[in-house]
């Protein structure tokens, strides 16, 4: 897909073609994956995502969020990425808490989640994740045919399909993990 219609004033380029733009992870699994993948660079500052559909007029529905969850069990953290479209939430007290077979599930602390991915906070992709990881998908995501993700870093963004995501490696697709 090469006409990306959720970049909004924004033009893509190939991503594979800008490694500077993304984190290292995100350029290495990048190399991996057949499907295309946008790019298109902003401004570090807009890369929240209401900041960021706001002023590229990007539409908010297109966006997917990625956060990273842990728990413990028998004194072992364990973590997993979940992938929600940005107007919903990750169901973190049932759903993945019960995926991850632990007591209580969280957001990882952000100090946390950036050494372990090796991403900025606020750019953090399912693209380049540890590989041990599980990542949740919602469903919602995965069917989506043009989606906005993280790129690692918080001066550019991704665009990629629902389906690209939910073959990534680990990749497990959910119906409900998203409210």
Known sequence: ????????????????????????????????????????????????????????????????????????????????AALVLATTRADVNNVIRRRLDVRKASFAPMEEAVELTGMAYGGITPIGLPSDWPILVDQA????PELVVGSGIRGSKLLVTGATLAALPGAEVIDGLAR
């Not at 970049?7 to 190939?14: E, I, K, R």
């Not at 733009?21 to 295309?36: D, G, M, N, T």
């Not at 995501?141 to 989506?144: E, R």
């Open 1 to 80: 897909m090469s006409s990306w219609t959720i970049a909004g004033t924004l033009t893509p380029v190939p991503a594979s073609e800008h490694p500077e733009l993304l984190a290292e992870p995100v350029a290495k699994a990048l190399s991996s994956i057949e499907a295309p993948v946008g790019l298109v660079e902003i401004d570090p500052d807009l890369a929240d995502t209401a900041a960021f559909c706001e002023t590229y007029s990007s539409p908010l529905s297109a966006s997917a969020n990625c956060v990273v969850v842990s728990g413990k069990r028998a004194g072992e953290v364990r973590y997993a």
């Open 141 to 144: 995501v995965a069917s989506a």
